[in-house]
């Protein structure tokens, strides 16, 4: 049956579905690819958020110890912040 329906078919006919299938081909790559972008930024969106996160955290960090430096020595910040001494010197070290 395949084979008489085969012979029936112009080779223009057999040709324009040649090309729409190669679209269609070059349709699904087209989106795959914009898929794997748009996954991508996402993922790069996220990394950012949480990289501005820290830095807020970060920032915050040093501002309360710059605040209690005023008033307090390295060992009671450090007791009241339960954090070495160690890292409050390098946090006041950058400000």
């Not at 299938?21 to 795959?32: G, Y």
């Not at 996160?53 to 430096?69: A, D, N, P, Y």
Request: charge should be negative.
């Amino acid at each position: 049956m395949a084979d008489k329906i085969i012979k029936y078919m112009s080779q223009e006919w057999i040709d324009q579905l040649n090309e729409e299938f190669e679209q269609l081909s070059i349709n699904d790559s087209i989106r795959m690819e914009n898929a794997r972008i748009k996954q991508a930024e996402e993922k790069g969106r996220e990394e950012g958020i949480q990289q501005g996160r820290e830095q807020g955290i970060l920032e915050g960090q040093k501002q309360v110890i710059q605040t209690l430096s005023q008033s307090m020595s390295i060992e009671e910040i450090s007791k009241v912040l339960q954090k070495p001494v160690k890292e409050i010197q390098k946090l006041l070290q950058t400000i």
